[in-house]
């Protein structure tokens, strides 16, 4: 029904610009990483959106791994001081880590949106009928 009203984008794009996942143009946060309610184009009821920590974990693990990479590359190739590498390696991780973390918690939502996922559900299906 959503998708006859209205066209809605591909979820990396509605993630990637944090708005809603069915209109492409209202606003996905309230806070930083809070989500809203609704939203304030089409009315859009977001409690079906539910990442859990699903962003936290892409976001620090894509981050580390470049990160350390960086950091091996300076390291084998530069040979810096220490303090070099804590001058730009928990930068680096502090604001990649931050940067990443409210585009791919939209991008999960718009995801959840666009596929219609929902919790499981148990359903027998067999000779022996349901449970």
């Known amino acids: 029904m959503d998708h006859d009203l209205y066209n809605p984008p591909p979820p990396i794009v ?12 209202g606003r996905l946060f309230d806070g930083f990483l809070t989500l809203a309610k ?6 859009l ?17 894509g981050v580390a ?3 350390t990479a960086v950091f091996l590359w300076m390291e084998l190739v530069l040979h810096p001081p220490i303090w070099v590498h804590l001058v730009t390696t928990f930068p680096l991780l502090l604001f990649g880590c931050l940067g990443a973390l409210r585009p791919v918690k939209a991008w999960l939502v718009a995801s959840q ?3 219609k996922a929902e919790e499981g559900q148990w359903e027998s299906i067999g000779k022996h009928g349901p449970f």
């Open 65 to 67: 791994v470049l990160v």
């Open 14 to 25: 509605s993630g990637l610009r944090c708005k809603c996942p069915r209109c492409g143009e």
């Open 45 to 61: 009821d977001l409690s079906f959106a539910d990442p859990a920590d699903g962003p936290a974990f892409f976001v620090m693990s």
């Open 38 to 43: 609704q939203c304030d184009r089409c009315g």
């Open 113 to 115: 949106y666009f596929h």
